[in-house]
């Protein structure tokens, strides 16, 4: 359900770009990583890989699971929450582990959160927190890179400018660029596997921000 109202209704907020490194979307069982940079990026990250036919197990902040009717739709759909900073995250771990078994392609943001601030330019893809390594080796699950550029010329900013930026982006109809970059599995050095995972989101987010950047939007180099 959530994939396909992203389907429907990211459309409407912008013009949204997808390309990838190789033909079709994530194989089945696969783990893919995406850049965080506003509250607007899930519903463009998940819009984009329906339409390349995949709709992901999202592993999302538990906050979200507070909303009622959000939280029987995420908790109906196998949506997997995160308590960060909590005993309880190593479940979301356990549960990723039993949708890839399953045959499910499980999303993740391996930065854990937004950038701090509004930095003025969108920032590259920082430190990822180790549950991806985990989560990874413990499965042998091919790791999919997928960048993203754009989103918070939909949603950025305090609670004001957030409203203000949904509500006129219908027509301003800004930008969005994803880019899936080629699989890779992760290595067994927990710190040299993160440092290659970043690097593939890097160069993902590098070709999603340069075509963004060819209608003059301003990226961090």
Same mark, same amino acid.
């Given at each position: 359900?959530?994939? $396909?109202?992203?389907?429907?209704?990211?459309?409407?907020?912008? &013009?949204?770009?997808?390309?990838?490194?190789?033909?079709?979307?994530?194989?089945?069982?696969?783990?893919?990583?995406?850049?965080?940079?506003? %509250?607007?990026?899930?519903?463009?990250?998940?819009?984009?890989?329906?339409?390349?036919?995949?709709?992901?197990?999202?592993? *999302? *902040?538990?906050?979200?699971?507070?909303? #009622?009717? %959000?939280?029987?739709?995420?908790?109906?759909?196998?949506?997997? !929450?995160?308590?960060?900073?909590?005993?309880?995250?190593?479940?979301?771990?356990?549960? *990723?582990?039993?949708?890839?078994?399953?045959?499910?392609?499980? %999303?993740?943001?391996?930065?854990?959160?937004?950038?701090?601030?509004?930095? #003025?330019?969108?920032?590259?893809?920082? &430190?990822?927190?180790?549950?991806?390594?985990?989560?990874? $080796?413990?499965?042998?699950?091919?790791?999919? !890179?997928?960048?993203?550029?754009?989103? !918070?010329?939909?949603?950025?900013?305090?609670?004001?400018?957030?409203v203000a930026g949904l509500l006129t982006?219908?027509?301003?109809?800004? &930008? %969005?660029?994803?880019?899936?970059?080629?699989?890779?599995?992760?290595?067994?050095? $927990?710190?040299?596997?993160?440092?290659?995972?970043?690097?593939?989101?890097?160069?993902?987010?590098?070709?999603?921000?340069?075509?963004?950047?060819?209608?003059?939007?301003?990226?961090? #180099?």
């Amino acid at each position: 359900m959530l994939s $396909r109202v992203a389907g429907l209704v990211v459309p409407l907020l912008g &013009r949204l770009d997808v390309t990838t490194d190789a033909a079709g979307g994530p194989a089945t069982g696969s783990i893919v990583i995406a850049n965080h940079t506003s %509250l607007s990026d899930p519903a463009i990250v998940l819009a984009a890989l329906r339409r390349l036919g995949t709709e992901p197990v999202v592993l *999302a *902040a538990a906050g979200l699971w507070r909303i #009622p009717v %959000l939280r029987r739709v995420l908790t109906r759909e196998g949506h997997i !929450p995160v308590h960060r900073h909590d005993p309880r995250a190593a479940q979301a771990v356990r549960d *990723a582990r039993a949708a890839l078994a399953a045959g499910r392609t499980v %999303l993740l943001y391996p930065e854990g959160g937004l950038p701090a601030g509004s930095p #003025p330019r969108e920032p590259p893809p920082r &430190r990822f927190h180790p549950g991806l390594y985990h989560l990874a $080796r413990s499965t042998g699950a091919p790791v999919v !890179p997928l960048g993203q550029a754009g989103a !918070p010329a939909v949603v950025s900013g305090p609670p004001v400018r957030q409203v203000a930026g949904l509500l006129t982006a219908p027509l301003r109809r800004p &930008r %969005l660029c994803v880019h899936v970059g080629e699989p890779l599995y992760l290595g067994r050095g $927990r710190d040299e596997a993160l440092d290659a995972a970043r690097t593939a989101l890097t160069r993902a987010w590098c070709v999603a921000a340069r075509r963004l950047d060819a209608r003059s939007h301003r990226v961090a #180099p």
